[in-house]
């Protein structure tokens, strides 16, 4: 998972460029094919941190890479998706989207078992959690920062922008756990 931090660091110095790119294209496209994009490349760097590892143990949506690749696409494309609504109503900082996404991901990495673990492994299950932040943070936040002056939402204060933003990644992850995945896995045999 180190590569997600090359990724951060080429966006950040080719920022200018790839916003110039990005504005050809609506907002809706630009902000949701990029935050898409940058997902998928995350899950591509998990894959292949998992690929040594028995189908059993890997931390994935899907022990075998390409149905990952799939179901990955579905799970990001709902994340991203959930953040433009948010965004289109109210103003975040690309730090803000870093910052909630990083801690929705710590709830909801190994159906809780990340943040299970900052409490039963204190050392190691906090630091684990703060790699687990990073991974969940880097894609909104990167797709965030090449789109943020694209985005007219209100400002408002953080009582009402983070739960706003809370209860929409929670509600996809709903959605997404309840229902999509389980039509995805019986939909590619798993």
Not at 39 to 46: K, V, Y
Not at 127 to 154: C, K, Q, T, W
């Amino acid at each position: 998972m180190n590569l997600i931090f090359p990724m951060w660091i080429f966006t950040y110095l080719f920022k200018e460029r790839l916003s110039a790119l990005l504005e050809k294209y609506p907002l809706k496209i630009s902000f949701i094919g990029a935050g898409v994009l940058f997902g998928l490349l995350t899950e591509i760097f998990a894959i292949i941190d998992n690929l040594p590892k028995p189908a059993e143990q890997r931390i994935l949506l899907s022990p075998d890479p390409l149905n990952d690749i799939i179901f990955g696409f579905v799970y990001y494309l709902f994340v991203i998706s959930a953040w433009y609504l948010v965004l289109r109503r109210m103003r975040y900082t690309s730090k803000e989207i870093f910052l909630i996404t990083g801690i929705y991901g710590i709830f909801v990495e190994e159906t809780g078992q990340v943040f299970l673990r900052i409490f039963t492994e204190p050392v190691f299950g906090f630091l684990y959690a703060v790699i687990v932040m990073f991974v969940y943070g880097i894609f909104p936040m990167l797709a965030h920062m090449l789109n943020e002056d694209r985005f007219s939402g209100v400002s408002s204060n953080v009582i009402r922008r983070y739960p706003l933003a809370f209860a929409a990644l929670f509600g996809q992850y709903l959605i997404y756990g309840l229902f999509m995945l389980p039509i995805l896995k019986l939909l590619f045999g798993q």
